[in-house]
């Protein structure tokens, strides 16, 4: 891939250039211009401000991580030997990574539609952000970074049934897929997948992004979620704030319960183990075969056109 054309050796060292900043970034501009949604790392593009980013983001989580992480992500943290002081490498990651459950870390230039993205897990890829949020705004954003995406959610993939729930969300959307390709209505063709694939994203925010466990002893909770292991303010909030509900993952109200993404959540769901999640997961899929997910709530997340039109050309993908 072609990339910007400037001296970025000499600027990254007295950190002025744009380097690879969430809000700036002329290599992913133009990788989504090129229209090139999978991209290598250009490690050399990041810039000193960049490291000293996720320095200080990695820093500042690691005792909110001792107290409130389950323990498959402090074992995920020291199993791939995450640097503290500078941006990750990929390939790096991956080398530790691989070996443990087939998951691999794959850069992207941006938003991932909603079936490519489930279909990369049930390939074990993970779709990843290069980029890193600026270092005047350290606390949590809606939208990811590296620092989520490496720091927050890759951890928990060392863990062989966490990895084997991601798996099953992408055997969940090819479910999907399959039930309203026969659907020759388009209009309903297009209702049906929006509701169905509103489920799927409810269950995973409330799982996957802000997800609660049990604490071993039965006390209190621990947190698995990456939007709040990788949230400096929000983990400690998630646990310890009375302003927070905590219920049980029942999967009637997640998948009828909608959300906001740009304040803390004050509503959280708990499981019992990781194992327990594959099964939730599981039976995500027998009530989609029942049509139980044809009709949830309206409300957020919003679904686009690119992430409808993901779900009704992938069986086209297929043939
Ligand atoms: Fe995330």
Not at 102 to 126: H, I, M, Q, T, W
Request: net charge negative; glycine share 6%.
């Amino acid at each position: 891939m072609a990339t910007p054309t400037m001296d970025r050796g000499a600027e990254a060292d007295v950190g002025i250039a744009p380097g690879l900043t969430t809000t700036q970034s002329p290599f992913i501009e133009q990788a989504q211009r090129a229209g090139q949604l999978y991209i290598q790392q250009p490690y050399e593009l990041y810039s000193s401000s960049n490291h000293n980013a996720w320095r200080d983001l990695f820093s500042r989580m690691s005792d909110r991580w001792q107290a409130y992480a389950n323990d498959r992500f402090l074992q995920g943290i020291d199993a791939l030997c995450l640097p503290a002081d500078r941006v990750p490498r990929l390939d790096e990651v991956n080398q530790f990574l691989a070996p443990r459950t087939g998951f691999r870390a794959k850069g992207v230039s941006g938003y991932v539609p909603a079936f490519v993205f489930f279909d990369c897990l049930r390939n074990r890829e993970f779709p990843t952000t290069i980029t890193i949020r600026d270092g005047v705004s350290l606390d949590y954003l809606p939208e990811p970074d590296i620092f989520h995406d490496i720091a927050g959610h890759v951890p928990m993939h060392t863990d062989q049934a966490f990895a084997d729930t991601l798996v099953r969300f992408g055997d969940c959307a090819h479910t999907a897929v399959s039930l309203v390709a026969g659907i020759r209505d388009q209009g309903e063709q297009v209702r049906r997948i929006t509701s169905v694939f509103r489920a799927m994203a409810r269950f995973f925010w409330f799982s996957i992004e802000f997800g609660l466990m049990r604490a071993r002893n039965g006390v209190g909770y621990k947190v698995y979620g990456s939007g709040l292991l990788s949230s400096h303010g929000e983990i400690a909030h998630a646990v310890d704030s009375p302003a927070v509900q905590r219920y049980p993952f029942q999967l009637e109200w997640v998948v009828n319960q909608s959300f906001e993404i740009d304040r803390r959540q004050p509503l959280l769901f708990y499981i019992e183990s990781f194992e327990h999640l594959f099964e939730l997961v599981g039976e995500l899929e027998v009530w989609m075969r029942a049509g139980k997910l044809d009709n949830v709530a309206v409300g957020e997340p919003a679904m686009s056109e690119v992430d409808v039109k993901s779900f009704l050309d992938a069986p086209k993908a297929a043939a």
